[in-house]
């Protein structure tokens, strides 16, 4: 059984919104088309997040969810991390590469987070929500992950500054060589 939010769901009225409702996944005589691993990450993820909301207590609604029940979300999610973490007293704060082990805590390393968000972001506005309602493009949500980027940059000693990207070659270079030799140009 799948939890999945349903705006046409019989005990939903159009003024709330979407509602969660469940579906059961008998299989049937079509197969669905086989989902790209994006497209079946974003359904695990929004099914975990239905799951979480109907195990919340009280039950939330996905209608009544807002920027502080995601960054809930977020913070239980962390118990699950594989990410070491270095303390500000750790020894090891600052250093890519500890030489030994230590007792720091294991988290959900910022870019698994950032690119749950943004799953979920997508997944939200696809079952219904409207995006100016959409709890995971919240500003607290996107100031909470910055502030695990910045706090696991400084913990591991590394900076998630931005790539560059290479510059396009200029139109002053020479054409490259054509067939047996001969510039392109001058064919």
């Known amino acids: ?7 046409e769901s019989p005990n939903s009225d159009n ?25 079946s990450q974003k359904r695990r993820d929004w099914n975990t997040f239905g799951q979480y909301l109907k195990n919340h207590r009280p039950p939330l609604s996905l209608t ?15 118990q699950f991390g594989k990410t070491k973490v270095h303390t500000p007293v750790c020894p090891f704060f600052g ?8 007792p720091c805590p294991l988290r959900q390393a910022w ?17 219904g929500g409207k995006p100016e309602n959409n709890p995971f493009g919240a500003r607290a949500v996107r100031l909470y992950l910055r502030e695990v980027r910045e706090h696991q940059a400084k ?3 590394i900076s998630y500054e931005k790539k560059k990207r290479k510059k396009p070659p200029t139109r002053d270079q020479t054409p490259p ?6 510039t392109a140009a001058a064919t």
């Open 1 to 7: 059984m799948d939890l999945i939010p349903n705006p």
């Open 111 to 127: 870019g698994s987070l950032d690119a749950l968000v943004g799953r979920l972001r997508a997944a939200y506005e696809e079952n």
């Open 15 to 39: 003024a709330s919104g979407p509602h969660l409702s469940v579906i059961g996944t008998a299989s049937s005589s079509s197969t669905p088309p086989s989902l790209s691993r994006y497209e």
């Open 155 to 157: 913990a591991r000693g």
């Open 177 to 182: 060589p054509g067939p047996a030799g001969t």
């Open 95 to 102: 250093h890519p590469a500890p030489p030994a082990p230590c």
């Open 64 to 78: 009544r969810c807002s920027g502080a029940h995601v960054l809930e979300f977020l913070r239980y999610l962390d």
